[in-house]
């Protein structure tokens, strides 16, 4: 679909809408281009089959191991006898914590115990967006993890706790952390705090972000990201462990 086809196409949508007394707001425009943006793949870079053969080789080239050892061989972590967490020595990232559940009477049993993630403070999920030839693209990162299925997963542009960020590690700060921290007003597509999963965080929230910069400027995008296009990003929902779930929680949005 060509620039001026979809601009037909789209404003052809806004009158039906208008005829049959639909308030039309930035959100209706918005919903509307992402529609459209679902329905074919314009991808100024990649098709498909080249986006899967790019994954494919990013994960042959992972050298990434993990192996499961005992609590006791952790480095770095250690059991905290005054709060009698599991804990950081930088005092940072998260602590396994233990909790108590009372009066729980409409779950499957009325009170247990078990224990918990907890972290002071959560973390950016953001996904930077840039349009080509008038078709918005999205900067997407193959990702080792070492929970994941197959060490790599597609992931947001920058998916880092605060302590990341801080560099509490001693590492590096993590990529196109700087589109995220102090973002223009005018850039920013949408930003919300999401809460983690209760089942297995205590009291945890990331902020969701999608950011969007200028057509005009440069971005040098390393070999183990990729611009996607909405249209691919939902083909791409379809294979098992391939969209990490952060992904998929900040597009609900659109």
């Known amino acids: 679909m060509g620039k001026s086809i979809k601009m037909k196409t789209f404003n052809s949508i806004i009158n039906i809408l208008k005829k049959e007394g639909y308030e039309i707001t930035q ?20 098709n498909l089959d080249q986006i899967m053969e790019w994954f494919k080789n990013q994960r042959r080239k992972c050298e990434m ?24 020595d930088s005092g940072e990232f998260f602590s396994v914590i233990g909790v108590k ?16 993630i907890w972290q002071k403070e959560g973390g950016i999920l953001g996904i930077l967006s840039k349009k080509f ?31 990341n960020l801080k560099k509490a590690h001693k590492g590096n700060k993590p990529k196109f952390a700087e589109y995220f921290e102090n973002p223009e007003k005018e850039n920013v597509i949408y930003s919300k705090s999401f809460a983690e999963d209760g089942g297995r965080f205590y009291l945890k929230t990331n902020y969701n972000m999608l950011v969007e910069v200028d ?17 691919q990003i939902k083909q791409l929902l379809k294979y098992d ?8 929680s900040i597009i609900s949005y659109l």
């Open 215 to 231: 057509e005009n400027e440069e971005i040098e995008v390393p070999d183990d990201y990729i611009w996607l296009t909405m249209y």
């Open 101 to 116: 559940v009372l009066n729980s009477k409409k779950r499957e049993v009325g009170e247990w115990t078990q224990p918990m």
């Open 65 to 88: 191991e993990v192996k499961k050892i005992g609590i006791n061989e952790l480095e770095k972590w250690d059991f905290d006898n005054k709060t009698q967490n599991i804990v950081h």
């Open 133 to 163: 030839n008038g078709v918005r693209h999205y900067l997407i990162h193959a990702k080792a993890e070492p929970g994941n299925i197959h060490k790599l997963q597609l992931s947001p542009t920058l998916q880092a706790t605060f302590s």
């Open 27 to 46: 959100d209706t425009k918005a919903r509307i281009e992402h529609m459209l943006e679902c329905l074919e793949d314009k991808n100024r870079f990649n």
């Open 241 to 248: 462990n391939l969209i990490n779930p952060h992904v998929r």
